[in-house]
Structure formats: C-alpha cells, structure tokens
C-alpha cells in the first residue's frame, strides 16, 4: 500500500491559518474513510476531523466552527483547512485511513488502518 504523506505544516501566530494536506493515492474509493488526527506534546492522539467516502464530515468540538475537512478523489488527497488556529492546537496532524465501507464511525484510533508520519503545527506568539 503506497505510505500516507502529509504536508503544509508549519509556525503560525495566534490568529493565523495553515492548510494541511494528505497525498492518500490508493484510499480514495468507496473502501475508505479519511480522517485527520493530532497528538500534541505528552497527550493522547485525538481524532480532528473525519470525511467519509460519501461526503458526511465530522469535526471534534474543540474545532467546530474552525476547522474544515475537505476530500478531492480527482488528486486523490485529503486536505484540511484550520483558521482561527489557537495555541491549544500546536501538536503533530496525522492522516489516517480506514478501510472498510467507507464509513467513519467516529474516532476510534484503533479503527484506522493506515496512517501518515505526521506534520507539525506549531501556534504561538
């Protein structure tokens, strides 16, 4: 299976915005739900975003409102848009997949099959 690839991580100040992306060749079919993760320093990773492969999305509260998951099967990527980023956010933003129906189901780590080595956002003044 070709490596999930992440990119677009990077420094930004309070305020600011970063749009990270997901090279997902091979997990863009009806097989897969795509989601994004983070882990910030000493925490458990948390689920961000998901987007199923019928278009449902599904955000963690923390990022309602902020965040935005896109899925393009054309380019076969994954893409997520943070505004408003807050330092809380700073923490290393995986890309995972779930092979299955297609379907997310929620955030379950445990659930997801394949995963990208990460990249870093750090938010600070």
């Known amino acids: 299976q070709v490596p999930l690839v992440e990119s677009g991580g990077g420094s930004v100040q309070p305020g600011g915005s970063l749009r990270l992306a997901c090279a997902a060749s091979?997990?863009?079919?009806?097989?897969?739900?795509l989601a994004w993760f983070r882990q910030g320093l000493g925490k458990e990773r948390e689920g961000v975003a998901s987007?199923?492969?019928?278009?449902?999305?599904s955000y963690a509260d923390s990022v309602k409102g902020r965040f935005t998951i896109s899925r393009d099967n054309t380019k076969d990527a994954l893409y997520l848009q943070m505004n408003s980023l807050k330092p809380e956010d700073t923490a290393m933003y995986y890309c995972?997949?779930?092979?299955?129906?297609?379907?997310?189901?929620?955030?379950?780590?445990?659930?997801?099959?394949?995963w990208g080595q990460g990249t870093q956002v750090t938010v600070s003044s």
């Open positions: 995972a997949a779930k092979r299955g129906d297609g379907l997310c189901g929620g955030f379950n780590r445990a659930d997801y099959h394949y």
């Open positions: 091979g997990y863009t079919d009806t097989s897969y739900c």
């Open positions: 987007h199923n492969a019928y278009g449902t999305k």
